[in-house]
């Protein structure tokens, strides 16, 4: 009787309780039980069953020193529980639908054109965007699948060719050199956290001494920070936050020309480099493209040509040696 109480007490799964009668101790009224934890020494115990009278029990416990097992069924009893309690918070049940929705679109109904994805992409923009969620470049202006190449990052950022190694350099390299993308397009937008990041750094010593991943790279555009200082320094912060969101798009348009093989296919009129603004406040757009004269005597090598095919030089000259 006693090795079914306790079958029936034991809250651990992994317990597994044999017991075996002889006649011997059939006759003694003594019965053998078998306590298996693992594999390991076996240890006598004494159990009290009922309360009052104490019964010596020989029982086998094997004890491993291997505990995963044990800690398996624990953390899956737990994990269990939890699923059970969230179920019916689960944020992805929307995702489901909306993936369901994507395939009817673009895999049912456009199944050849979704085959030819399969096996190749040939976009035409390589995009730079924030990686802000309210802003998806892919949503905002309407890319389909296949046509955008896309990296995003905080502020949108390029950081030149000297950075080193990044994961924006080397999405880079890919569309150019590999896809061969005729357009880069650089969006930056409205109230970016990045770009606030980066207008209060306002000292060497703020740069030193708070540091952070975020301060790390934000610095990249320092020099942005610095003309929209020079420029809009009478401003409130919001303001020259708003033009430093623009001045920083022209700067990562520059430092796409510290790249060799951009600069090459740039010359030869193989590819574009475009600035984008998306203003979610009001929901406007704005784009412009750079143009870049590296045979210019004198003056700015860079101008900016507007939706409207009217140039307009950049607030800042760069001159490439």
């Not at 590999?178 to 209060?200: D, F, K, P, W, Y």
Request: charge should be positive; glycine fraction near 6%; proline fraction near 4%.
């Amino acid at each position: 009787m006693a090795p079914s109480l306790l079958r029936t007490a034991s809250p651990w799964p992994c317990l597994h309780l044999a017991s075996s009668r002889s006649d011997a101790a059939a006759d003694s009224g003594r019965s053998r039980s078998t306590v298996t934890i693992g594999g390991s020494r076996p240890l006598h115990v004494s159990l009290r069953v009922g309360g009052s009278s104490r019964r010596e029990l020989p029982c086998t416990t094997m004890a491993s020193r291997d505990h995963s097992g044990l800690t398996r069924q624990l953390l899956d009893i737990q994990h269990g529980k939890v699923e059970e309690i969230v179920v019916d918070h689960d944020p992805f049940k929307e995702l489901k639908s909306r993936f369901l929705d994507f395939k009817q679109r673009n895999c049912v109904e456009k199944y050849s054109n979704y085959q030819n994805l399969a096996e190749q992409q040939t976009p035409k923009f390589m995009v730079v965007a924030c990686a802000d969620s309210r802003v998806c470049p892919s949503s905002v202006l309407g890319f389909q699948p296949g046509e955008a190449f896309t990296v995003r990052n905080v502020a949108n950022l390029v950081p030149p060719y000297q950075h080193g190694a990044s994961e924006t350099s080397a999405a880079l390299e890919f569309a150019v050199n590999t896809l061969l993308v005729e357009n880069v397009l650089v969006v930056g937008h409205s109230r970016c956290g990045g770009i606030q990041a980066l207008m209060s750094m306002k000292s060497k010593q703020d740069d030193s001494e708070s540091r952070s991943f975020i301060r790390d790279w934000v610095s990249i555009g320092k020099s942005a920070r610095l003309s929209t200082e020079a420029a809009a320094g009478n401003l409130n912060f919001e303001l020259q936050c708003r033009h430093c969101e623009k001045e920083s798009i022209n700067s990562s348009l520059l430092n796409l020309l510290t790249y060799p093989w951009i600069e090459k296919r740039v010359n030869e009129g193989n590819l574009s480099l475009h600035g984008g603004y998306y203003n979610f406040i009001d929901c406007t757009f704005e784009k412009w493209t750079l143009v870049y004269r590296p045979g210019l005597e004198g003056g700015s090598k860079y101008a900016i040509k507007n939706r409207n095919e009217s140039l307009y030089q950049l607030s800042f000259t760069v001159t490439v040696i």
